[in-house]
């Protein structure tokens, strides 16, 4: 049996779509299905969650377009996730915010443990709306304003340096290193697999090359 019910993401506020058609305030709809389970060893996968009745039915009560997410899908596979690692009592997910930066959504992942990457102000304060600060939060930025420094430093997040000049930069507008921070590694290099190359790390804008990592650990263990 498919249960289809909406729920509204807290403090946002109704638009309006090209045709002048009111909006429901980001909402998210949650299809329940046992039938459509994805297991592990399963072809399942390759169904859809929810069936055309069901989605005829939504449509009635929620003006399109809308975003239709399989809430038992994502926490089966947040389960996955967490028995997977489950050997490493240190372990810990961080969820992409810029990915989806729906509360809703966030808001079921941290029930798993789960914990924000953020790399804005904005995905900043969604995680704070939620009640997600300290070391639930890994704040990783590049081009960093000094504001965002500052909130991260408020919530207590974990600082991941992009740049080993941000270092000073947040020690300058933040105040001192926390206790436990971190550095983003670019290897440079080619990311290949067997059908061929999938990334160029090399090119990236991101993360500290191997001679800049040694720098900035020096730099961080004298603070």
């Known amino acids: 049996m498919i249960e289809a019910r909406a729920r509204r ?3 946002e506020s109704a638009d309006f779509d090209p045709a002048g058609r009111r909006n429901p305030p980001n909402w998210v709809f949650r299809a329940r299905t046992a039938w459509w389970a994805c297991g592990k060893h399963s072809q399942d996968c390759l169904q859809p969650f929810v069936d055309k009745e069901t989605l005829e039915h939504i449509v009635e009560q929620f003006p399109t377009p809308f975003h239709l997410y399989d809430e038992a899908g994502i926490r089966r596979n947040m389960q996955e996730v967490r028995d997977a690692f489950a050997w490493n009592p240190g372990f810990k997910e961080y969820f992409a915010v810029k990915a989806n930066p729906n509360p809703a959504l966030i808001s079921i992942l941290n029930e798993y443990g789960c914990g924000c990457d953020c790399s804005s102000y904005t995905e900043l304060m969604i995680a704070r709306s939620l009640g997600i600060t300290g070391h639930d939060i890994m704040f990783s930025s590049n081009d960093t304003p000094a504001a965002d420094f500052e909130l991260a430093d408020k919530l207590g ?25 971190s550095c983003r590694f670019n290897p440079g290099g080619l990311f290949q697999l067997s059908n061929g190359i999938m990334d160029n790390p090399g090119d990236s804008k991101y993360g500290m090359t191997t001679e800049q990592l040694f720098d900035a650990f020096r730099m961080l263990k004298a603070k």
């Open 9 to 11: 993401a807290a403090g």
């Open 157 to 181: 997040a974990i600082v991941n340096f992009d740049d080993i000049s941000h270092i000073e930069f947040y020690e300058r507008v933040a105040g001192p290193i926390p206790k436990t921070v």
